[in-house]
């Protein structure tokens, strides 16, 4: 890139995304014996599932009065209002019973709706629908029906393993997913005896090109810092390792490792939940190390370092942006991060305009830093 560029300063804005699935929770959370509170986007809902295994998930206040349904009743099909007893279909939130009403009152109670969500279970968790306009306790709105599935770990074998990890961070989405993109913290926040050092900085070179609504960091024998590849080199043939990152809209971080018959797949998602607050969710599924006794314990324990290390900087970072510092971008390094907020000011214009999404980038770039 240019070299007298100047930094560009960039506050993110924390708009959110509306029109997207989102992680809400793991689904082992999610049972039938209990509703659980979980907010996405500043929505408060309820999660439960229903006795059929379908998980579901509703507007978390009673479109009587505003009482939070999940301080009701669920006998596995009807979630019950804990103030004047309202019972709701789980799935559609279609309303089926007001015990107030005499039997001479004919309210037509089926056209009454708690808001319901799309609600789907995929990869460990469970993943809603966030629609737009959010579907309101207004009382009669329909369920929103998603245009398109949840999201996919990409899987490359019918046996595999996997696993999860979570962490929230006081930090708005924004920061979470630039902090995730970003090449040049590595050597600084990720540093450990048996990874690597400060001192091991050196300069690299990445391939990238567009992909609809994101952008693909092209395959290829990745670098030493990638977190299952210092693992992977230990078991698999090296010689034959490639790896692709992709970053799609609104929040989809997936990494693919292949390596001959071996592979490893992981989706990492930074999910709003306030304005200034994300939770950060890494989902990996894997068929290298299932010969290795220790293999799934020591790839959790390295993630979960990594996640940490993430986690605790950002809290960090959290007390200087309470100053709200002037924030920069500057080149190579944050190229990532830029066309970031320039898909999102992308999509959020194809909204708008009702057109085509134009993509910021116009075709492949090669990146460099040093970390
Ligand atoms: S507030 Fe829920 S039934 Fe009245
Ligand atoms: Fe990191």
Redesign the pocket.
Known sequence: MNDVELPVRQAPDSVFLYGFWYRALPAKQVHSKELQKVVLLESPLVLGRARSGAPFALYDA?P????PLSYGWFDGQQVE?S????KFDARTGQCQLIPSLTSDQNLKVDRIYAGSYGCEDRDEYVWVFVPEPKPQAAGFTKPVQPGFPAPQIPKFSDNYKSAYLTAEMPVSVDHGIIGLMDPAHGPFVHQAWWWRSRHSIHEKKKDFEPIPNGFRMSAHMPSSNSAPYKLLRLYADAESITTTIDFVLPNLRYETIRAGKYWFSSLTTVTPIRRDHCRIDVVACWNIFRWIPFGAGLLKFVFAKFVEQDRRTMERQSEGLKQNPHLMLIDDADRPARWYFQLKAAHLEAKRSGGEMKHPMTGPVTLKWRS
């Open positions: 009673c009587h009065r505003g009482m209002c103030y004047h007893g309202w």
